[in-house]
């Protein structure tokens, strides 16, 4: 069990480092998507993320595309949107100059379905945001459900733990709990 600040550090180095976080904080979240309390996250400028998500973990073709989560105040940095889409229910053209610094999360055509994260709708995550846009000056990351296909999102913490194992996930955590698939037995 980690203190937030020691938490928020050692995710956000492992995601940097090409680590595949399944993030499990919270309530469960209602809806056609994860917002970031069951999400697995990955590193968004790494090229061979959406590849390594589909293949070792969810299970799917490999065409499809996932989310970009990012700080809402960078939004129109990012993509051509001027507005917050805290539902990632909106999809918008990720800005020419930066599609290639953030290839895991811009599809085929060049857009993205965007979530933005302010602090008053998930503290924790924007603080995950906010380290990890610190160590590598990216302020988003890919998020996509907390499942592989065919499965519900995960609801309890024996399902992530569950889901982390039959997976190729890397890291696993669970509250401020901090979990490495090279530790587990």
């Known amino acids: 069990h980690l203190e937030d600040s020691i938490l928020l550090e050692k995710v956000a180095q492992a995601l940097h480092r090409g680590g595949m976080v399944g993030w499990f904080q919270g309530p469960m979240e209602f809806g056609p998507r994860a ?8 590193d968004p400028q790494n090229v061979k993320a959406q590849d390594q998500i589909n293949h070792r973990v969810k299970f799917r073709e490999s065409f499809r595309p996932f989310a970009p989560a ?10 051509e949107l001027d507005r917050p889409s805290p539902y990632m ?26 979530q933005t994260v302010n ?5 924790k995550f924007h603080q995950l945001l906010e380290e ?8 988003l990351l890919l998020n996509t459900s907390f499942n592989i296909r065919g499965e519900p999102i995960v609801e309890s913490p024996r399902q992530a733990y569950q889901c982390f194992m039959g997976t ?17 037995k």
Request: proline share 5%.
């Open 119 to 123: 602090p008053a709708h998930n503290l």
């Open 132 to 139: 990890f846009h610190q160590l590598t000056g990216c302020p």
């Open 168 to 184: 190729g996930l890397d890291f696993l955590i669970i509250e401020n709990c901090f979990l490495d698939k090279k530790e587990q």
């Open 35 to 42: 917002l970031g309390n069951r999400s697995i996250l990955a």
């Open 89 to 114: 229910l909106l999809v918008a053209p990720v800005r020419l100059e930066k599609r290639s610094l953030i290839p895991a999360v811009t599809h085929v055509d060049g857009s993205a379905r965007i």
């Open 70 to 79: 990012l700080m809402e105040e960078f939004v129109a940095s990012y993509f």
